[in-house]
């Protein structure tokens, strides 16, 4: 069973430009969360899909952005990217709406120069 | 508000000893409580979990966690450590109305040979 896959690995972007990151979910799962990962902020949640519709949103600015498709899979935006933006974007899965365990891809490691 | 704590940023420890890793909580109810591993550059793969029952849990790797709701801890232990253990620690709660979870600042752990 594939784990849960995220696209791309690696992305240089510059500042004010614009972003999308992509997630796909383990089969069958049908929440995505998203999380930013920085050196100095830790591991901070930034929203969660569950059947199209988000159910949490994190403290992030309106820049931050996302949706989910009806096959689960799930994308980020983030637009007028600025150099704090640079960081770690994990996403993961979880198979119900209660409380299951989350299953991280690896991330997409973003540098915003 | 609810948080997590690790008190511990970094250990250090020789192969063969034991291992323990702190984590404690504060929620208005008990959450649901997890440990996750990340190696460099990896994403965040799952020791175990506490969602309530046993408060002695079995993890993947040789890992246990004990929870113990009067120290509101969770903390990760394991018998004989291994050098392929070096990697951050990172515990997490999240509690109803989703997986939103929230994260300790993580426990980097070195293993001297």
């Known amino acids: 069973k594939a784990g849960v896959t995220q696209t791309p690995r690696y992305l240089i972007k510059t500042r004010g430009q614009q972003v999308t990151l992509s997630c796909s979910p383990i089969?069958?799962?049908?929440?995505v969360s998203w999380y930013q990962q920085t050196p100095g902020q830790g591991l901070q949640f930034l929203f969660e899909?569950?059947?199209?519709?988000?159910?949490n949103k994190g403290n992030f600015p309106g820049r931050f952005s996302g949706r989910q498709f009806s096959n689960s899979r799930s994308e980020m935006n983030v637009s007028t990217l600025e150099l704090g933006d640079s960081a770690l974007y994990l996403c993961?899965?979880?198979?119900?709406?209660?409380?299951?365990?989350?299953?991280f891809g690896q991330g997409t490691r973003l540098t915003v120069v | 508000a609810q948080s997590v704590t690790q008190p511990d940023i970094h250990i250090t420890v020789s192969e063969g000893a034991s291992l323990e890793l702190r984590c404690n909580y504060s929620?208005?109810?008990?959450?649901?409580l997890f440990w996750y591993v990340q190696s460099p550059g990896q994403g965040l793969q799952l020791l175990l979990k506490?969602?309530?029952?046993?408060?002695l849990v079995q993890g993947i790797k040789g890992f246990e966690a004990e929870f113990k709701r009067s120290q509101s801890s969770f903390n990760l232990r394991k018998p004989s450590v291994h050098w392929s253990d070096a990697a951050e620690y990172f515990c997490?709660?999240?509690?109803?109305?989703?997986?939103?979870?929230?994260f300790g600042t993580g426990t980097q752990l070195k293993v001297e040979l």
């Open positions: 899909y569950f059947s199209e519709t988000q159910r």
């Open positions: 089969s069958g799962h049908r929440s």
């Open positions: 993961a899965s979880s198979f119900a709406d209660v409380n299951t365990e989350a299953f």
């Open positions: 997490a709660a999240s509690t109803g109305g989703g997986n939103k979870l929230t």
């Open positions: 506490y969602f309530s029952g046993d408060t």
């Open positions: 929620y208005g109810a008990t959450p649901y």
